[in-house]
């Protein structure tokens, strides 16, 4: 009888071995990172021994104090640790969740600690303010240099009025491969449409199937390259040019609306789109546009959604006339990707406020102040990329 019990828990404790797999057997952590300060040591701050500041990223330092590279951040009890770099930046992950011990040493200085709360897959911010743990990027890359002009005649355009280029194909040539294969960002799914592959129903189909494929945390980021048109530059309507016909500022927002998230049991509040086209601010303007007797807001002027545009909506936007041929807006925005320069706190996301002010800077000192770079809303927090979270 005794043998029997025996038997019966051990198997017992293999079956719930088995479930442990399934429910909760991934240990719950997240992340911690902050920016490490020091006394200058010219300053009667260091000369009175003045302890080391651990804040937050968007911590003003009274002075006397600078950022600290170099410095060891340790988590008590455990392996994990690292090493502030040439901004005092730190972040950490794998922790387990809790109340856990930083340490912070440095060879010039007192070691000090900190208590922080650690939640579960989020990044806490010291002192305590956190940023969650972004999702996967679906990104529609559609690039239109080269145009079917036997179906665009029916909207009065000839052969002479759209000009050929090569730079949109190499533009989403490049930025896929930055996407996917020149830095480890987080993906989901990239669909890439080139210039006859970009017909007005190919688009819309390509939407759907990358929103079919999304989940709750996921973003989606839609580009665009090639000609486009304003109202503000005499023209009857704000669009872009597919490889068949033009898409106005009213169809694109009919094409992403909320319920085709909802279809998908998604609350989706994370959409992006990039536009590299002349008068390209146009899309979030705040004018309105008549189009087919339709009244229309701008197609993203609306919460959650984000237009990051090349150049004004009265602007004409630049390309290289060199080989390969590169808009200069795209080229300055797969720089910031592929060497991580875009990711101006250090926190791991690429958001549109980051790559807006350093995409924006690069550009206009390129064109010689002829482009100017436009974000709406300002300060927009989407994101565009993120590292994984054990990057």
Known sequence: MRNRRWALLAVLLVIMVAMSG??????ATGGVRGVVYAPAEDSNLYKAGGKLLVKDLVFSPSDGYERLPGAVVRVEGTRISGTTDYRGHFQLTGIRVGTQTLTVSHELYKPVSIRVTILQDTIVSIPGNTLRLHGRGFYLLIGVGDFDYTAWKSYGFGETDLEKMEAPKNDVSFLRNVLEYDNALVKGDIITL???????????????????????????????????????????????????????????????????????CLDINDVTLILDTCYSGSFADGVETWYDDVFSQKAFRKPGYTVLA????????????????LSVFTDYLIYALETGRGDLDGDGLFTAQELYTYVGSETWQATNGKQNVYLWPSGSRNVIATYPSDY
């Open 22 to 27: 399934c429910f909760g057997g991934r240990r």
């Open 194 to 264: 080139i210039d006859g592959q970009a017909t007005y129903k190919e688009v819309r189909a390509s939407l759907e199937s990358l929103v079919s494929a999304m989940e709750q945390d996921d973003y989606l980021v839609i580009y665009f390259s090639g000609h486009g048109a304003s109202r503000a530059a005499d023209f009857d309507y704000d669009a872009i040019a597919l490889a068949d016909r033009p898409v106005t500022d009213t169809e694109l927002r009919e094409w992403v609306r909320e319920d085709l998230f909802a279809e998908n």
């Open 310 to 325: 090349s150049s004004r909506n009265d602007q004409e936007s630049s390309y290289y006339n060199t080989h390969p041929q």
